[in-house]
């Protein structure tokens, strides 16, 4: 499933009655795991985290997003480097 077409996906079933079950993960499992990100749902659905780093260029701030716990996940995973410090 593309970014394209899970919204209008999603919003069919959910006005169908039917239930959305995200079987990638569980958002407050992956806000344990991420203890220094701040994760978030949009009203549409969306997932979002974010973080303070410190990189080779300064402090800078950092946003991933996905529709999937295990999508957003698999982005902080590979931005949570050694090379990045947490503010």
Sequence with gaps: MCKLHW????GACERSGHPVTDTTGDLR?????FGHWNVWT?????LYA??????????????VDAF???QLRAQMHAIDTPELHHV
Aim: glycine share 20%; aromatic share 4%; hydrophobic share 25%.
């Design 7 to 10: 919204p209008s996906l999603r």
């Design 68 to 70: 999937l716990a295990g």
């Design 42 to 46: 949009s009203d549409a659905g969306r």
């Design 50 to 63: 974010a973080c303070y780093g410190t990189g080779p260029d300064g402090p800078h701030g950092i946003t």
């Design 29 to 33: 499992t992956v806000q344990d795991e």
